[in-house]
């Protein structure tokens, strides 16, 4: 074989693999990619609006899926099924939430989101002007360390419905059934539960506070993101 057309060859072969290597994603950064979207995604997070009620359910893009109690398990589950799954689907393909899933404002209300379009809703309104939660940047994207929640709640929790009747909750799994619940019997009655205070909640660093406002609550949201 001539030499130049071996070196032809060679040089093609390596244009190739290297081109094959610009698009495998390392499992952290898979990972991390992958909870900054959903966080971007639904304007939770340090850099969001909301937070997170867990647990919540992950569809991946071989549309299997996980229920996840914490952003712990969020981030293992991710990682778990990258590892199995990752070199059988093309790497963009990111887990999404599973409608519907619930959030809380730093109003302390309980906001379920069941399609696109609450979704839509839900965003624009977390848009109060460029660099603020919701904006541009938002999410945690051009940040490391996604996946992290201002705050979570300590339980048991209270909570108040549009009707003024209450209900006391001892786990995430209570609080989200509690919701649903409430929805199912009175569909007609709108207005968006609420969080009852005061209330204990758990910070990024595992101090746990007492929160007895609104305004306290919020404060805690600004101050976490710095």
Known sequence: MP??????????????????????????????????????????????????VFPVTLQFADSTTATVNSYEELRQAIRTWFETNGNQHHHKNRPTLVYPYQVTNNAGEIITVENDAQLKDLLAACRPGPGGPGGPGHGGHGHHGGGDACYTLVFPITIQFADSTQVTVASQEEFRQAVHDWKQNNPNTHGRPEIVFPITVTLKDGTQVVVNSKAELQAIKEACRG
């Open 3 to 52: 030499f130049g057309f071996l070196a032809i060859i060679v040089t093609l072969g390596f244009l190739f693999a290297c081109q094959k290597d610009e698009g495998v994603e390392s499992t952290d950064n898979f990972v991390d990619n992958s909870v900054e979207e959903i966080q971007s995604r639904s304007g939770a997070g340090v850099f969001g609006c909301y937070e997170l």
